[in-house]
Every structure is written in C-alpha cells, then in structure tokens.
C-alpha cells in the first residue's frame, strides 16, 4: 500500500490533552518496559486507506510525572482522502476484526473513542491493553491544518494508537443482543 507524504506541520500533543484526562482515570500505566517502542513496532501503525496521503504524525511516550498525573503511550497519524467517511471505517472495521480487534467494551477504551471538539465522529477498537483509535475531522474545523489541505480531501481521519491498561472496577459497554 502507497501512503503520500504531505509537508504539513507536526500535530502538537495539546490536540489530545481532552484524551488523556480521560484516559486518566482509567489508565494506571504499563508494565511495558518501552510503550512507544512496542506502538511503533505493531503493524497496525502501517495502517491506512489505501491511497490516502499522510498529513501528520504525532507520538507521545508514556509519562508518569506529569503534573495531571500518568498519561499513556500514543503513536498515531493524520491522513486525508478521497473515499467517504463510511469506506474509511469500512476499511478498518474489516482490517481490524481480520487482525483480532474488537470494539471497545471496556470503559477506558470506550473513553477513547469519544468525539473531541474539532472531529465529526470517533470509534475504538481494543486488543489486550491496546486501542486503535479512528476519528474523522469536522469539515468546518480547520485546526492545524491550512484551508487548502483541508479542501483537498473528501475525508481526514486520523488513526491513533494507546497503550492502556483498562479499569476493571470500570463499567463496560452491555453485550449486543
């Protein structure tokens, strides 16, 4: 699969501070030696649209002094393209199950796939102490990137890996019936 490069600046850490409060009181960090490494290392990094073209990485390693307290590992990127909203979640839907995910049920990755301001929709997916996150930016929101990039692209997403370990205390999503 091809993934385009595009020039634009690095997404800052701020965008995902409304996620890491969340996560904050579900996440009680890992036992993982190296998290950003072992996000890295996963194929579901490598894992896009096909066609669509890379518009911003951002990573975040594992802090546990931070003065709001522990935050978890973070290794995602920002793509565009020009396949729909529903083709893009499609894609991963399908990609994800093949690959073992399954939809988030428990609380701190149900936390994760929750919009944020400058997104139209979000879901997660979660595998052990893993969640894949696939959001999809609002069409009035700008954000960080220019006006032109945003105009390009039928479709931005981004595609964020977390390294947590869930709250079992937590309430999970109910089985579907």
Known sequence: ??????????????????????LLAAACGSTDE??????????ETSLAY?????L?????????G???????????????TDASKADVEAFYEAELARRGWTIARSYAAITVGI???????????????RVLRLSFRRRDEQGRLDAATLAR?????ESVLFLIIPDRSAPTQPEPT
């Open 153 to 157: 692209f039928a479709t931005v997403y």
């Open 115 to 129: 919009p944020g301001s400058t997104e139209s929709s979000a879901r997660a997916w979660e595998r052990g102490d």
């Open 66 to 80: 931070s003065i709001t307290g522990p935050q978890t590992a973070m290794f995602g990127y920002q793509f565009g």
């Open 56 to 64: 911003g990485r951002f990573a975040l390693d594992q802090q546990t």
């Open 1 to 22: 699969m091809e993934v385009h490069q595009h020039p634009a600046p690095q997404l800052r850490r701020r965008r995902f501070a409304i996620l890491f409060v969340a």
């Open 34 to 43: 190296r998290p950003l490494a072992s996000l890295r290392a996963m194929e």
């Open 50 to 54: 096909p066609g669509s073209t890379q």
